[in-house]
């Protein structure tokens, strides 16, 4: 019980709940997850480890997202760079129905629907 409490226990429990309520309301989704970030973020995010106000193991995080999506049958992608650009370029391309995201760079990356809410733990799903 203690690993629920880890960063990567947290990680499983948040995937596997939304992979659920996805599923649940007849959505099937397809995980995408960063790829090598681009240097400028590489230097942005070396600066923010330095300062104390970020940091972690991503990548790792990213391979338990990626088991728990596999676990449930779903297709992960791994993205070259930037997620929000692979999902942008699945959903430019027909190959995803859209992108559920917090970030508005997948609409600057191309995608033509675009999810930043999406409430669906309730009898009545949100979108925004």
Do not use: I, W
Request: proline residues 5%; contains cysteine; negative net charge.
């Amino acid at each position: 019980m203690a690993e629920l409490f880890t960063p990567a226990g947290q990680v499983a429990k948040v995937v596997f709940e939304r992979a659920c309520n996805f599923l649940r309301h007849g959505v099937v989704p397809v995980g995408v997850l960063d790829g090598v970030p681009p240097p400028e973020k590489v230097q942005r995010f070396g600066l923010l480890t330095a300062a104390g106000a970020g940091g972690g193991d991503f990548r790792g995080l990213g391979e338990v997202a990626s088991k728990v999506l596999a676990a449930l049958g779903l297709q992960t992608v791994e993205a070259p760079g930037e997620a929000e650009a692979t999902c942008a370029a699945l959903n430019a391309r027909g190959l995803v129905d859209a992108c559920a995201t917090g970030d508005g760079d997948a609409l600057l990356f191309g995608a033509t629907t675009v999810f930043k809410t999406l409430k669906l733990y309730a009898d009545n799903p949100e979108l925004s």
